[in-house]
T-cell receptor, first 110, second 113 residues
Framework: AQRVTQPEKLLSVFKGAPVELKCNYS??????LFWYVQYSRQRLQLLLR??SRESIKGFTADLNKGETSFHLKKPFAQEEDSAMYYC????????????FGKGTKLSVIP | KAGVTQTPRYLIKTRGQQVTLSCSPI?????VSWYQQTPGQGLQFLFE???????NKGNFPGRFSGRQFSNSRSEMNVSTLELGDSALYLC????????????FGSGTRLTVV
């Protein structure tokens, strides 16, 4: 069975400081990894997916299969980055479900 | 275009009752998934439907069921409600259920008393 672990429930950083939200997964195959974000009073929304290798709102994430990690990074945190971040895994073709981590609340201190 | 619409937004039910939640996906999206969100367990997958067929089911008891109609709208039903069923129920839609790029609704907050 697959599992997604986000070790930090809460992460506080100062504005302008680098941010790294950790995500580790356990799955024996080749998963697809995603980051979802939920801003205050808003819906859960897709931030980025590893297959796109894109940068959204300054955030990037690299899939490290050796370390089974998919950490989310941003070089300079902004106050508007404060939100709940969820890492999610899809176990590949033939699977239509996401397995979510429990989330990390990012608080950016002005 | 309109987003994923879930109704009702809030619901209070008594133990033993049953409840039906509704989800209207984004126009053109044929895959609808349901998730339960609780403070303790986080987001947990319930089931996914595509073209009126259930393709995936999560590890929930048979009291939780769902269906999808020909217009892709979906309903989930919970029978014999228990206190532990109190949660935020989220619906998500996508074109085909692949790719993981799901669009979520605002959810239905169910409270069982």
């Amino acid at each position: 069975a697959q599992r997604v672990t986000q070790p930090e429930k809460l992460l506080s950083v100062f504005k302008g400081a680098p941010v790294e939200l950790k995500c580790n997964y356990s799955y024996s195959g080749s998963p697809e990894l995603f980051w979802y974000v939920q801003y205050s009073r808003q819906r859960l929304q897709l931030l980025l997916r590893h297959i796109s290798r894109e940068s959204i709102k300054g955030f990037t994430a690299d899939l490290n299969k050796g370390e089974t990690s998919f950490h989310l990074k941003k070089p300079f945190a902004q106050e508007e980055d404060s939100a709940m971040y969820y890492c999610a895994l899809r176990s590949g073709a033939g699977s239509y479900q996401l397995t979510f981590g429990k989330g990390t609340k990012l608080s950016v201190i002005p | 275009k309109a987003g994923v619409t879930q109704t009702p937004r809030y619901l209070i039910k008594t133990r033993g009752q049953q409840v039906t939640l509704s989800c209207s996906p984004i126009s053109g999206h044929r895959s609808v998934s349901w998730y339960q969100q609780t403070p303790g367990q986080g987001l947990q997958f319930l089931f996914e439907y595509f073209s009126e067929t259930q393709r995936n089911k999560g590890n929930f008891p048979g009291r939780f069921s769902g269906r999808q109609f020909s217009n892709s709208r979906s309903e989930m039903n919970v029978s014999t409600l228990e206190l532990g069923d109190s949660a935020l129920y989220l619906c998500a839609s996508s074109l085909a259920g692949t790719g993981g790029g799901y669009t979520f609704g605002s959810g239905t907050r169910l409270t069982v008393v």
